[in-house]
């Protein structure tokens, strides 16, 4: 070889070297095995040890652009860094569970932690003396990379904690990513936003780390031990008050119903959120029984992640139609091609809100990657912009209601101090007609009503024959027009009938729950009908202005009342209720009025032992009692737990209210 074919042929090497950095450590996808990858690497090498007048910037030896991770110093994690079985259904839940009862040999209360499982990269943090002194990757489970100086670029990560109550010696383990908008900035760069936490946090020099806008939040612990924190939830409020970002999705549920229902809602509301989540973590949340069940070989027997089902594939958007929802939501939905799903013709999918359509740029005649999970109505996920025509327009969302022309707000979040991604009709009574047929839709549903002649088809076509207008119209209607219309027999009318007949009955909290109030589901229907017992104390409360009252009620905040106030300023809503109250016999709540508690009002300051609030509240309630939570002249006593909140025993005491300790209070019920 002659010096000009030595050359070429390093040449040839640097650029294959460097082209499978790039897919490696930026698209964390590598097309070579690591053998192969280290050969080239070698051959580099060789040559330029044989060939003094090789050397070239792009040398593996100067080790510049995309560091291996091969370069990493490692170092053996003190607790292993283990990974989550996986649950797809109930089935698989209801298994998880099984095997602990079976492992602990009896059935036991579990309470979960559930948090979302955001798709990054996990990572451990040391901390010694309050100093974050080692951060590493996850590696393979048992040991990880070096990556001290990578971390300490991400802003989440706190670097020196003073508080008296951290650890002295604590592994805190969590997961960097990075959010959905900072990705799409860099979506030319990368296959996803996993591989671009995983690109970054692996980068050689710290200050390539830096531009990218990692985030981490705080799930987990390694080497740490504690005699004060007993729960998966309290060590969470632990790391949140020493500095960490913990999830702000995190919550507590009991049982696999709860988990169940928890999943389904928040696998649609997902795509509202600012990073991407590919399932939900369950963990039991008590730390002793976590300790008892320990670990299998690759994973704990104490956590589940219950992973989001999702089959994909591409198809060209026809057209966008604004849907709107009764609560007057308008949502985009794309007219697809159809296109075969995993099995499942699928024609639309939703484009969730106006901010999502703009974030994304999605534009009527794109050709678009559409996702299919479950049961959940499939959604656009991304543009293929190199199939995007020349001539193609932005979508520009519409101001006005598409169903009655009024205006459309996005509103104001006092809380998170942002506008809603949602757009709405500002129309909330019956004259907006999409609204008002969504409504009484609402209105026979499963949990309200429950009129299981009368299905969502069935109102549509209803409200096209100008059958019905308003809810009260369904017990109106005029059957022997019925019997006449095409596909309705004599039996199909007389099951109609059977079944109106039979909804007329009805507790007060599916009432309440029927009216389609925003903010107002199953759970606060049930508590306002708690408080109120009776649907004439409703109707008195909302009449002599006193909904703020419902503010007593534990549960109900700010967001409810002001749903509630606004439903209530509509004249026609309350007309409805009206109306309603005298067609339908709305039975009062059945009170419980032989217990020993009766006309007692409680309320609790503080914690309490060897029992939840929960557990406290459905005790005093069997025994015909009740809670409220403030401190008023209609409370008669106050049980202090543990730390009371001192403002409220002193309220109680000026009150002159009796004040009971935890034994005292359990005492009066024997
Ligand atoms: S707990 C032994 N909690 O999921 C417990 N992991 O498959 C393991 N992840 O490697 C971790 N969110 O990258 C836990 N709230 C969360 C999580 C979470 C995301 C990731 C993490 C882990 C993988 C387990």
């Given amino acids: 070889m002659n010096q000009k074919e030595i050359k070429d042929l390093y040449k040839q090497k640097i650029n294959k070297l460097k082209k499978n950095n790039k897919l490696y450590f930026q698209k964390s996808s590598p097309i070579i095995s690591d053998s192969e990858y280290d050969k080239i690497k070698r051959d580099i090498l060789e040559l330029e040890h044989k060939y003094s ?159 990218i806008p990692l985030k981490f939040v705080a799930y987990t612990y390694g080497q740490f031990e504690s005699d004060i924190i007993k729960k998966q939830s309290d060590f969470l409020s632990s790391l949140k008050k020493w500095g960490f970002k913990v999830n702000e999705q995190n919550k507590v549920l009991k049982t696999i119903k709860e988990l169940e229902s928890f999943h389904k809602k928040f696998e649609n509301d997902r795509f509202d959120l600012k990073y991407d989540v590919d399932g939900l973590v369950y963990k039991i949340n008590s730390l002793d029984l976590q300790n008892r069940l320990g670990f299998t070989s690759n994973s704990p027997r104490w956590a589940i992640a219950h992973k989001f089902s999702a089959e994909s594939a591409f198809s060209l958007i026809t057209d966008i139609n604004i849907q709107v929802g009764r ?185 309440l729950y029927s009216l389609g109030i925003r903010h107002i589901g199953v759970e606060n229907a049930k508590l306002l009908a708690e408080y109120t017992k009776s649907i004439s104390n409703f109707l008195n409360f909302i009449k002599n202005k006193k909904i703020i009252e419902f503010l007593n009620i534990d549960g109900i905040g700010e967001t409810q009342i002001n749903s509630l106030k606004k439903f209530f300023e509509n004249k026609s809503n309350y007309k409805i209720i009206e109306k309603l109250s005298s067609l339908l016999d709305i039975s009062d709540l059945k009170l419980n009025k032989d217990g020993k508690l009766l006309n007692s009002t409680f309320m609790f300051t503080g914690k309490l032992s060897n029992m939840s609030r929960a557990e406290a509240k459905s005790l005093i309630e069997e025994n015909s009692g009740s809670v409220v939570s403030s401190v008023n002249k209609k409370l008669k006593y106050l049980i202090i737990g543990e730390k009371p909140t001192n403002r409220k025993v002193q309220q109680a005491k000026e009150l002159g209210i009796k004040i009971l300790s935890q034994k005292e209070w359990l005492n009066l019920l024997d």
């Fill in 53 to 211: 007048f090789l050397k070239n910037k792009n040398s593996p030896s100067n080790s510049l652009g995309y560091a291996p991770s091969k370069n990493f110093v490692k170092s053996k994690h003190r607790v292993k860094m283990l990974s989550l079985s996986n649950a797809f259904n109930i089935k698989d839940l209801e298994n998880f569970e099984k095997k602990i009862f079976n492992f602990l040999n009896k059935r036991v209360n579990i309470e979960y932690s559930v948090e979302p499982k955001i798709d990054g990269i996990s990572a451990s943090l040391t901390y010694k003396n309050g100093l974050f002194v080692m951060g590493t990757s996850r590696g393979d489970g048992i040991t990880g990379e070096v990556i001290t100086e990578n971390l300490k670029t991400i802003n989440d990560i706190p670097k020196k904690i003073t508080n008296k109550d951290f650890p002295k010696d604590i592994d805190i383990r969590g997961e960097v990513f990075i959010e959905k908008d900072d990705f799409n900035k860099l979506k030319n760069d990368f296959a996803n936003a996993r591989n671009a936490a995983s690109g970054s946090l692996r980068q050689k020099n710290p200050s390539e780390t830096k531009k």
């Fill in 327 to 511: 609560t007057g939501a308008l949502t985009p939905v794309a007219r697809i091609k159809p296109v075969n799903i995993g099995g499942v013709v699928v024609s639309n999918a939703t484009l969730h809100n106006e901010d999502e359509i703009n974030r994304k740029d999605i534009r009527i005649g794109d050709t678009v990657k559409v996702e299919r999970a479950g049961d959940v109505i499939p959604h656009v996920i991304l543009v293929d912009f190199k199939k995007r025509e020349k001539k193609s327009k932005k979508f520009i969302f519409p101001n006005n209601c598409p169903s009655c022309g009024s205006e459309t707000i996005k509103e104001f979040n006092k809380l998170t101090k942002k506008y809603d991604a949602v757009r709405r009709c500002t129309n909330d009574g019956y004259d907006c007609e999409k609204i008002a047929i969504e409504k009484i839709k609402h209105f026979i549903s499963k949990e309200a009503l429950n009129i299981d002649g009368l299905g969502k088809k069935v109102v549509e076509k209803f409200w096209d024959l100008q059958l019905i207008r308003f809810p009260q119209d369904i017990f109106n209607l005029d059957y022997t027009q019925i019997s006449k219309l095409e596909g309705w027999g004599d039996l199909s009318v007389s099951n109609l009938k059977f079944s109106i007949n039979q909804s007329k009955k009805v507790s007060l909290d599916r009432f």
